[in-house]
């Protein structure tokens, strides 16, 4: 797999790099645009990322590392993250949580077999007055339920 931005992908940074008076600034939505891009931040992204911007690989990986939105292995098609904070943990986020980690045989961080989903049990979301929370990607969905976790894995299986 080739590790590069396309034409497109590089004016993009360049528009976020003219935002900030630091090209350092600029590192957090690129290694977003990056993890979109590849699916994670392998340590070969991390450094085109660094050369990009002309950052040294230590900071690089030293900033995805500290911020737990970035992959730092392959996740799945569908990243479920479920919350077991305070609020969704009192309507049952954390049966919902293990629940699905029954259900697709995975705990968190990890990835199904197949590729297709991966799950992670996350704090606070902010969905606190609908809770409890369920992220797919960058979908959330409030107000679940063991009911409704599964058949929005169904559906999704679907696709």
Not at 14 to 41: C, R, S, V
Not at 68 to 79: A, E, L
Not at 122 to 139: H, I, K, L, Q, R
Request: with cysteine.
């Amino acid at each position: 797999m080739e590790i590069v931005f396309n034409a497109e992908e590089l004016e993009k940074i360049e528009t976020i790099k003219a935002k900030y008076p630091e090209t350092k600034a600029a590192l957090m939505p690129t290694l977003w645009m990056a993890q979109k891009k590849w699916g994670w931040l392998s340590p070969d992204v991390m450094r085109y990322v660094g050369d990009l911007l002309g950052l040294t690989y230590a900071h690089v990986e030293g900033v995805a590392t500290f911020y737990t939105m970035y992959f730092k292995k392959p996740m799945g098609k569908f990243h479920l993250q479920v919350c077991t904070n305070v609020s969704c943990m009192l309507r049952n986020g954390d049966k919902i949580y293990h629940h699905v980690s029954e259900r697709l045989n995975i705990g968190h961080m990890e990835r199904t077999d197949d590729g297709v989903f991966s799950l992670e049990e996350v704090e606070c979301m902010g969905a606190c007055g609908d809770s409890p929370m369920v992220a797919v990607n960058e979908d959330f969905y409030e107000n679940m339920s063991i009911i409704k976790v599964d058949e929005l894995i169904d559906s999704l299986k679907k696709t």
